[in-house]
């Protein structure tokens, strides 16, 4: 048997699933509730969601030089929901965003020092800054003409496939979808089947007799296969922890990632999604 690091005490307990499924509805009702106003109110809710990501990914990584990293995120964070607010739901100038978090990565490694773990920096700022601009286009989805019944369309779709499955999991976790996670196939499945159910019943009180109530199915079936493959993706991240005193800091941050990069993953799906089903 290998012998596990000094502190480390063996596989990582997941946040309780219960915990996480409740708040993730909490996270899509929160969104969707900052919808309705106005794009400047779920620019604001966005841009939290954007903030305590980028620490729940620094901290799950352990990110060299996370302080440089953070700003530098937090800042493109910025910049790509003032854009997406300001050109009316395009988002062609996000890829600028995206090339000048390259560019502020690549100063941040010449001036800090001691200049180590590079390649890893700069693989960690580029990536929180991709998220935060994918979170950017659920801000964008809210300026298109329509968006914002795709929004709570899309919010609604995300938050019962995350509440259903992980609900489902928890009382019948077998059969595991695959090595290393507590997920299971009867979570996916009726997850998915709830998603699509969602999707349809808020495009209809939301966009009754329109393009979006009669491809409401479409689009939930995209945004609920989106969010369900991050969630997964999230989990799978736990399997090499241990829930010793060395990854305790990772463990912690495996809530706030699981809570939220699902709906950071969501943006540019349920944006693209959209506008194929409204064109």
């Known amino acids: 048997m ?54 729940g990914f620094l901290a799950l990584v352990d990110a060299p030089a996370a302080s440089g990293t953070f700003l530098i995120a937090v800042a493109a964070a910025a910049a ?29 490694q010449l001036v800090r020092h001691p200049r180590n773990r590079v390649t890893e920096a700069l693989a960690d700022t580029l990536v929180a800054v991709v998220l935060v601009v994918c979170a950017a286009c659920l801000v964008a989805l809210r300026a298109d003409d329509g968006g914002e019944d795709v929004a709570l369309v899309a919010l609604a779709t995300a938050g019962t496939v995350l509440l ?6 928890r009382f019948a976790p077998r059969p ?27 495009a209809g009180l ?31 991240s736990a399997a090499e922890l241990r829930s010793g005193r060395l990854d305790r800091r990772k463990v912690d941050a495996l809530r706030p990632v699981g ?3 699902p709906f950071a993953a969501l943006g540019p799906v349920a944006l693209l999604a959209g506008r194929l089903v409204l064109s």
């Open 80 to 108: 790509a929901d003032a854009l997406a607010l300001a050109d009316d739901g395009r988002v062609g100038d996000l890829a600028g965003v995206v090339a000048l978090g390259l560019i502020a990565s690549l100063l941040h």
């Open 259 to 261: 809570l939220l990069l």
């Open 176 to 202: 595991v979808l695959t090595d290393g996670t507590v997920r299971g196939w009867p979570g996916l499945l009726v997850g998915l089947a709830a998603g699509v159910a969602a999707a349809l019943v808020t």
């Open 164 to 169: 259903v499955g992980r609900l489902v999991d």
């Open 2 to 55: 290998t012998e596990l690091p000094d502190g480390a005490t063996g596989s990582a307990v997941r946040p309780p699933l219960l915990l996480l499924a409740s708040g993730c509805a909490l996270v899509a009702v929160v969104l969707a509730l900052a919808a309705l106003p106005s794009g400047y109110a779920l620019a604001a809710a966005v841009l939290v969601l954007q903030v305590v990501l980028v620490l």
């Open 206 to 236: 939301v966009a009754d007799g329109t393009e979006l109530a009669d491809r409401a199915a479409l689009l939930g079936l995209l945004v609920a296969a989106c969010v369900a493959a991050t969630d997964l993706a999230v989990d799978l």
